[in-house]
């Protein structure tokens, strides 16, 4: 797709499929109360991308890159796996995330995850390497097959976090712990992170 000038989507439903969207350097492409499915690659380059209440849904494994950051609704990974592929494709999900399957995967690599409703962790993976993780409402790691890898990237908790099983794999010389507030950070396991 390629916009160059100011396009609005509402109340819809779009599908992309190794994809991409260009988005004029005067323009703005809004995706408003829209399902947005996505499988293989989708790139997006140029201006702004808008989204307004915009439910994200993985058809299959999506690696998404993008010049900009992207805030959506809901994101629902239907067992399927999401790349952020660079380090300005930031993602910012305003409701609750659960990952309960081992194929349900989301890989930050150097981009931002920031999870603003709860996070509920029964299996599968997260992973970042450089990036920040933010879990704004805390969140649980109760599955014994889950693992939330912050080895390399910074861990932001802005409420109360559970770890009773899985694996929360972290480093004395690669994460980073941000405690936004007073909380209680509970674990089964030792974490390593920077003094």
């Not at 702004?48 to 990974?77: F, H, K, R």
């Not at 952020?84 to 081992?102: H, P, Q, R």
């Not at 962790?121 to 014994?144: A, F, I, P, R, Y």
């Amino acid at each position: 797709m390629d916009a160059q000038q100011s396009v609005s989507f509402q109340s819809s439903s779009s599908e992309w499929k190794d994809s991409q969207i260009i988005v004029g350097a005067a323009a703005v492409l809004n995706f408003e109360v829209n399902q947005f499915q996505t499988q293989g690659t989708l790139t997006k380059t140029g201006g702004d991308l808008s989204w307004d209440n915009v439910s994200w849904n993985l058809l299959g494994d999506t690696s998404y890159t993008s010049n900009s950051p992207a805030e959506i609704n809901t994101l629902a990974l239907n067992n399927k796996q999401l790349t952020l592929g660079s380090s300005d494709s930031d993602l910012t999900v305003s409701d609750n995330v659960t990952l309960d399957a081992s194929s349900e995967k989301i890989l930050t690599g150097a981009a931002d995850l920031i999870l603003q409703g709860g996070f509920v962790m029964q299996d599968g993976l997260v992973s970042s390497t450089t990036g920040l993780v933010s879990l704004d409402k805390g969140g649980e790691q109760s599955g014994g097959s889950g693992t939330l890898d912050v080895s390399g990237s910074t861990l932001k908790l802005g409420d109360d976090f559970s770890k009773t099983a899985g694996t929360l794999t972290t480093t004395i010389d690669g994460t980073t712990l941000e405690l936004a507030e007073n909380l209680t950070l509970t674990s089964d396991t030792s974490l390593d992170v920077k003094p």
